[in-house]
């Protein structure tokens, strides 16, 4: 009876320390799912022009994006503690151009590789609206568009329930692989209401996420090199309130102005990288 119970107890625990450090490896794997650290963000405490020590404005130019960003304070400013993005119709004396939207980014001021982005922000809808919150890379190793790569964590279009998460890449753009592995993902969501558009950028995937839940995985395939990873350098932030372009199609004038609202901009990287 005594070595029975014996046998039982030493098998118990001998269970039991398996069952722990089978615990302790899982741990371990996905560590990097949770230790993050915080290494830049914007509150948007302080009212009025956006911290310039954060952002610069984008400079107009000939992407349907840019084509009307206007560095004014009726485009991009903070407001009882959010950044607002507000395009509508020009209001700038001497310019001629129909329309003005919200651009900022980061380039001069914040870059990173690897590591956590959320933001929490409220879009509103019309004909014509596009925001996107999206990452592009600092020094263009690769070349020039889209060869070192695009990340769009978010980009909504008109009156559209869903928004978008895709990848941009030689890969996808000129040797059309859009499907090997999936570049785009699309989710439905709340418009008029706050959310956390998320993305956790590693060394093999890219991972996406709305209100702490992942949406979609875009894996690094090792045969095919730099022309579908270009993703392996800095990248900074745009936020962005555009109007119009070919994909998103005509503006009706009587929806505006339409606005992106930005509660915080949070990054992390991990701390046992």
Known sequence: MKLSLHLKYKHQGAGLMLLLLLVFRVQAQHADLTDWKLI???????????????????????????CY?????????????????????????GDSVK??????HTKK????????VE?????????GSWPAIWMMPRDAVYGGW???GEIDIMEHL?????????????HVDQKDEKDNPPYYHTEKFLIGEFNIFGLEWYPDRLEFFLNGKKTFTYPRVESEGKD????????????????????????HDEDLPVEMQVDWVKVYQNESR
């Not at 933001?119 to 004909?127: D, H, I, P």
């Open 40 to 66: 830049w963000e914007d509150q948007f405490e302080k009212e009025g022009q956006p911290d310039k020590e954060k952002w610069s404005f984008s400079g107009r130019s000939t992407p349907d994006w840019a």
């Open 69 to 93: 960003c206007t560095d004014s304070k009726e485009t991009a400013f903070v407001q009882d503690g959010r950044l607002i993005l507000r395009s509508g119709l020009n209001t700038q004396a």
């Open 99 to 104: 329309y003005q939207t919200g651009c900022l």
């Open 109 to 116: 001021h914040f870059s990173f590789q690897y590591g956590k």
């Open 119 to 127: 933001v929490k922000a409220m879009l509103s809808e019309g004909k």
């Open 146 to 148: 889209p060869a070192s």
């Open 158 to 170: 008109n009156y559209d329930s869903i928004f978008y998460q895709t990848i941009h890449s030689t």
């Open 228 to 251: 579908q990873w270009p993703f392996d350098q800095p990248f900074y932030l745009i936020l962005n309130q555009a109007l119009g372009g070919n994909w998103v199609g005509e503006i």
